[in-house]
């Protein structure tokens, strides 16, 4: 019995990249089906597309509104799942994602590939059958925005990558936001907007301390290809834009006057982190500002979408004062 | 021979666990889908 004979029947064949593992049908477990789901960004979505449907005015029965929140985290999940049997050539030659699944061989890709589209369809049927067909034909979008547009054409192909794409992962509130009012307006649009905005920053940071992984890679991240001044420059005129945006769900009604409040200090706070990230050296020792902006730009998303949902619990901070907009433009 | 055995038996536990699981989520969307068809059906 040789040793390839032994791996393949214990651990699946190495296959990094390549098809050949075939042979190790059924070979995966369920923890890397489930590490194929992306837990830790669906976490954000799942958040997010929440904070959305629980913004929305209206009212929704509270397990189909579990359900629609289960629709958004599985679809993440799916469209993530795909994501990784796409890239699984890259994911092997990074060091932030050679562990997952299929770089490590732990299954063909071809069931990570059969196990994100059944997801998908599942999800999206449920989501139509359950809630409405607005809200299922939006997370149809956003599952093939962040599949076809943003992992197939646009990843490896230009810098802008994050820009465009980055609108796949500010669906989920408009999505949420659908479910229960059956449509889109300005108020889920700004959403949208906001996570839209968000995404360079943040994926711009982590970018600058990690351009050494995407440069063996051969992906076209801003800092590879443009050189880190120029990605700070970007990050600079983005947070910029962020910060006002950030207040915008006060301003039109859809939260209070405390979000509004700590949107204006959050926004205020991330400008000036990118304003030191901008003022790093171009070395290593800049890396240390876009660790502390990566990380910032989490918990300014969190915040945000925390005090979303707290503005309209019932008793709650200004929403006592139902519709009442921070600045008075509430319809 | 022996080696094969067990790797043989790894194999075979693992794919009964998944197994398992799937039925686990086929039998959790059967019940999604019914608490769905209720309440639709009562005006939500």
């Known amino acids: 019995m040789s040793d ?3 791996r393949l ?3 699946g064949a190495t296959f990094a990249g390549d098809d050949a593992g075939v042979a190790t049908r059924g070979a995966g477990q369920v923890s890397d089906y489930l590490a194929l789901l992306k837990p830790r960004v669906m976490s954000l979505v799942v958040f997010s597309g929440f904070a959305g449907l629980y913004a929305a005015p209206g009212e929704l029965h509270p397990f189909l509104a579990a359900v629609a929140v289960l629709c958004i985290a599985v679809n993440a999940g799916a469209a993530g799942a795909i994501n990784m049997w796409y890239e699984r050539d890259i994911d092997a030659l990074m060091e932030r994602t050679r562990g997952r699944p299929l770089p490590r061989g732990k299954m063909a890709p071809q ?12 999800s999206i049927m449920l989501m139509g059958m359950a809630l409405n067909w607005t809200a299922a034909g939006l997370l149809a979008l956003a599952n093939g925005f962040y599949v076809f547009v943003y992992t197939i054409w646009l990843k490896r192909r230009t810098p ?11 669906f989920p509130p408009m999505i949420g936001w659908a479910a229960v009012t059956g449509g889109v307006d300005i108020h889920s649009f700004m959403l949208f907007a906001l996570i839209f905005v968000w995404t360079p920053p943040h994926f711009w940071a982590l970018a600058l301390y990690r351009d050494i992984d995407y440069a063996k890679a051969k992906v076209p991240m801003l800092p590879v290809v443009a050189g880190r001044a120029a990605t700070k420059r970007q990050i600079m005129l983005y947070s910029l834009l962020l910060a006002p945006l950030g207040v915008m769900p006060a301003v039109l ?3 209070g006057l405390v979000y509004g409040v700590v949107a204006v200090i959050m926004g205020v706070c991330f400008v000036l982190l990118a304003a030191a990230v901008q003022r790093s050296a171009d070395d290593r020792s800049g890396d240390r500002p876009a660790r502390q902006l990566f990380g910032y ?3 300014y998303l969190f915040v945000l979408f925390t005090l979303l949902i707290v503005d309209r619990a019932p008793g709650m901070l200004s929403g006592m ?3 009442a907009g921070a600045f008075g433009l509430a319809g | 021979m022996t080696m094969t055995g067990e790797n043989d038996n790894d ?6 666990i998944k197994n398992w699981a799937l039925l686990a989520a086929l039998l959790a969307f059967v019940v999604v889908v019914y608490f769905v068809s209720i309440i639709r059906m009562g005006g939500h």
């Open chain 1, 4 to 6: 390839l004979s032994l």
């Open chain 1, 9 to 11: 029947g214990t651990e």
């Open chain 1, 111 to 122: 069931e990570a590939l059969a196990f994100g589209v059944v997801l998908s369809l599942f």
């Open chain 1, 160 to 170: 802008q990558n994050i820009v465009i794409g980055g609108a796949a992962g500010a």
């Open chain 1, 253 to 255: 009604g859809t939260a």
């Open chain 1, 297 to 299: 730009s989490i918990l």
């Open chain 1, 321 to 323: 004062l139902p519709g």
């Open chain 2, 11 to 16: 194999r075979k536990r693992r794919q009964r």
